[in-house]
C-alpha cells in the first residue's frame, strides 16, 4: 500500500524539538506508556542535541502535518568491521491510521538512511503476542528467535 499525498515520512533534525514530543505522544498512547513518554521528557537542549547527533535517527510520519506515527533508531558502530547496524528501539502507528502503509514507509526511509550511513543491517525486536509487528517485520527481514535480557546498571533511577 503506497502513501497518499497527505502522508510525509520526515526525518527530524535539531529544529524538530516540538515534533520530536509530538512523536513522543505517540509512543507513549500506542504503548499505553504515557508516563515513560510523556510525564519526564527530555530538556529541549537535550533533544536538540540528540536529533543533531549521528547516533540516533528519529522519523515521523505525518498526515496532514500531525504526528500519526514513527521510529526512533540508534546507529550502532561496530567494532569488528568498519561497518554499522541500525536498531530499530520503537515504531507506532496511531491507531486510527493503521493500514495506510505507514510502518512499512517508515521503514523504506530507514533503510535509505542506514545505506547512506554504511549500515550493513538495520534490525529490530518484537514481543510475542505482537502479531501485527511480526507480521510486518516477517514480510520486510528474517527471522531470527533471540533471547532478551535487561540487566541493571546500578544507577539510583532504574526498575529494576
Known amino acids: 500500500?503506497?502513501?497518499?499525498?497527505?502522508?510525509?515520512?520526515?526525518?527530524?533534525?535539531?529544529?524538530?524539538?516540538?515534533?520530536?514530543?509530538?512523536?513522543?505522544?505517540?509512543?507513549?498512547?500506542?504503548?499505553?506508556?504515557?508516563?515513560?513518554?510523556?510525564d519526564k521528557q527530555?530538556?529541549?537542549?537535550?533533544?536538540?542535541?540528540?536529533?543533531?547527533?549521528?547516533?540516533?535517527?528519529?522519523?515521523?510520519?505525518?498526515?496532514?502535518?500531525?504526528?500519526?506515527?514513527?521510529?526512533?533508531?540508534?546507529?550502532?558502530?561496530?567494532?569488528?568491521?568498519?561497518?554499522?547496524?541500525?536498531?530499530i528501539y520503537d515504531l507506532a502507528v496511531s491507531s486510527a491510521h493503521r493500514r495506510e502503509g505507514i510502518a512499512t514507509a517508515l521503514i523504506k526511509a530507514l533503510k535509505q538512511l542506514a545505506a547512506a550511513r554504511g549500515a550493513y543491517v538495520i534490525f529490530v525486536q518484537a514481543d510475542h503476542g505482537d502479531d501485527p509487528a511480526i507480521s510486518l517485520y516477517t514480510k520486510l527481514g528474517i527471522r531470527e528467535d533471540i533471547l532478551h535480557f535487561d540487566i541493571a546498571s546500578g544507577t539510583p533511577d532504574n526498575r529494576f
Open 1 to 38: 500500500m503506497k502513501l497518499t499525498a497527505a502522508h510525509q515520512i520526515r526525518q527530524l533534525s535539531s529544529g524538530d524539538v516540538a515534533l520530536m514530543r509530538k512523536l513522543l505522544e505517540v509512543f507513549g498512547d500506542v504503548f499505553d506508556e504515557a508516563e515513560t513518554y510523556c
Open 42 to 87: 527530555p530538556t529541549t537542549a537535550y533533544l536538540k542535541r540528540l536529533l543533531g547527533g549521528d547516533h540516533f535517527i528519529a522519523l515521523a510520519a505525518l498526515k496532514s502535518g500531525e504526528v500519526v506515527g514513527g521510529l526512533a533508531a540508534y546507529v550502532l558502530e561496530k567494532f569488528e568491521q568498519q561497518r554499522s547496524e541500525v536498531y
